[in-house]
């Protein structure tokens, strides 16, 4: 290559390196100047958003060189000022705040700002209230070149403190010249709004502790001061023993915190009764009471001045509304005009307004009654304890005594009733109980005596058909004949049982026991006893309370109220018996019919049988009372189930109407104890005997030869005594010889009862055996506690092999 072209090809090597480097650096640059357009754009961006929030600001930002020349000012606070953004740029702040007092807040925080220190202060310009703060603006290199200030418009909190401090002076000025109590109670910790009530009236008591009150306040409490009052507890204000102010706070807690206008009656600083409206407010933070406000109006003139006007109302309403009677207007052809709450509870209706709708005919259960009384108001003007049945709203009947006055026109036309109705239904009602418990306390008394000897002829009776069918041989044609006269004395017996159960004279061994399960034991029984004629039905309520009752006594309720079923079911029907609890409270109907409130077990018996007339209702439980054929009925049945219920501390009602079948329910009260098991008496075949000592104390001298030939046909050595006195004289001769006393309990002079009571100081080791055809003497001595066992105990009359059998237990016991 000759040397011009390797020079023109290095040139050309040379400049296609430059421009290639040349194009590199371009492309450099250009990207470069591309990301700085972007910065740029981003920083306008930026700039503008700053701007427009400064602009936006409810405050004025701006910044001052080192010379304190504005170079900058932004803010929405600005317009408020009638300014424009950096309209002061260029200016010096004296210029701007026309001073150059050094003292003046703003150059004082600038010139600290200077220095190095940020300070804030407050200032009103313009008529606006600025909160401001001025610190150093520095470079990059931390150097002071000038400041920068923020100032924010506080106009309106300000006016919002003034007139806050406004509204509390006022709010003191009305406190302090308010003629209503002011109060305010403050809790030391917040009470828990979901705490129960009586916890909360506690809380209130033992938290709560007053902030404030006014002058009145003080006045209304006798306090020379409401400083007295101001750290002292809820129960200087209202004490918990006063029942009224107690119940408020209640009623102030359950009606959301919030009480208004309840009137408490206090006593002043004299002794007079004044009466206060309160409302009470409660503030609530998080369902929690933080405090209480409160206000006390004095209401005592208001009130006096209401009784005042009220007066001669109250006293023209208070005989009408307050009267226990009924008092009513009407007109004659039977529209009730007015009648009083007596007379709507009367009735059984709901309102006056409803009585007011009822036709007076409805309510007379004897239309003719009505007749004869409207006759006689014709007649003479005026009724006088005039007495008829009215019928309730639930059908019931009420009996009433009437007086009424006849209201006549000027014509002598009579254009209105106006009239009183006394209830006499309970008072009739005791009457008749009355006269019932009479009739039954004459024939109890006159049972309770003839029973009593039965008892002891019966014991007699029956005790020697037992010796001489013992004497008897087994094929003996006799045989036969005595044990009739033994069965027949054994029904003689249950005729006096049944006498003394109605004389209610009977011993009776009470335990717990339950309705369903004697009426389910007894349901064969019951059925053959009613016939295939008559329907059973049994509903037995679950979980029935138990009742304490004589078993056997009940069981023969149970079998007496079912024949008498039977016999009111002819041509046969249909009995339902049921059983339920039954929760008896004050003011229920159940109570007016006599029971006591509490919870009892309830035994039902209704047939669909012929029903029991009105006029003879209220003989069906005396003795002897029957309706049937004397051949067919001794008239004991229903007398002795109201025996033995009454003697169960229970009740028992019928409700019936001919030819609706009747219905009796017996109502016994229910106890916790569980049912005991029914064990009973079971006299072993044998006939024991022994040899020991026996004293035998019976006044009736057939009754004694009986026993005492018994006994001694058992080996036994039997002593006699007709009465107590002979027999401690026979204990005295025999002293340490005897080793049981066989006594009767009703004697002329000493009976059983003091004997027994001689020989526990004399004898307190001999064992006493007692038997008794059981009278009013006998039921004190069972209530006494002396009989600790059954075994100790013989009713008249007992068998023979029963009194064997006892003697050796007593004897053998320890």
Known sequence: MTPSLAFVALSLALALGVLGWAIVQFRRQRRETERLLEVEQALRHDAARLRVMLEQLPAVVWTTDAGLEFTSSQGAALRGLGLQPDQAVGQSIFEYFGTDDEEFPAIVAHRAALEGESLAFEMEWGGQSFHSLVEPLREDNGSIVGTVGVALDVTEVRESEAAQRASEERYRDFLAHSSEGIWRLELDERMPVSLPLDEQVEFLYAHGHFA????????MIGLSSPSQLVGATLERLLSRDDPQGVDHL???????????????EEVDR???SRFHQINLTGILED????????????VTDHRRAEQGLRASEERYREIFEG?????????????????????????????KEEVLQVDIEELYLDPEVRQSGLDQLNRDGFLRDFELRLRRKDGSEVRVLETTTAVKGEAGELYALRGMLRDVTEQRALEEQLLRSQRMEAVGRMAGGVAHDFNNLLTV???????LRSQLDPGSPLVAEVDEIKAAGERAASLTRQLLVISRRRSIAPQAINFNELVQNMENLLRRSIGEQVELVAHFAPDLANVKADPGQMEQVILNLALNARDAMPHGGRLVIDTANVSVTPGSALAQFGLDPAPYAFLRFQDSGTGIDPGIRGQIFDPFFSTKDPAEGTGLGLATVYGIVQQSNGHIRVESEP?????????????SEPVAPIHEEVVEPSSPSGSETVLLVEDEAAVRGLLRRFMDSKGYRVLEACDGEEALSVVEEERGQIDLVLTDLVMPGMGGFELAHRLEAKLPEVKILFMSGYSEGAEAFFNSGLVSDAKNFLQKPFST???????REVLDSG
């Open 212 to 219: 404030e009150c006014n002058n009145a306040l003080a006045f």
């Open 250 to 264: 209640r009623l102030f807690m359950k009606s959301d915190y919030d009480l208004e206008e309840a009137e408490i």
């Open 270 to 272: 004299r002794s007079r």
């Open 287 to 298: 369902r929690y009471l933080v405090r209480v406000w409160g206000t006390h109006r004095d």
């Open 323 to 351: 009267s226990l009677d009924t008092l009513f207007l009407s007109t004659p052809e039977g529209h009730l005009l007015d009648i009083n709450p007596a007379g709507v509870r009367l009735l059984g209706y709901d309102s």
């Open 461 to 467: 009776i029956n005790g020697r058909s037992d010796l």
């Open 659 to 671: 030819g609706r079948g009747a219905c009796f329910e017996v109502y016994l009260p229910a106890v």
């Open 801 to 807: 092999d029963l009194l064997a059998q006892r003697l």
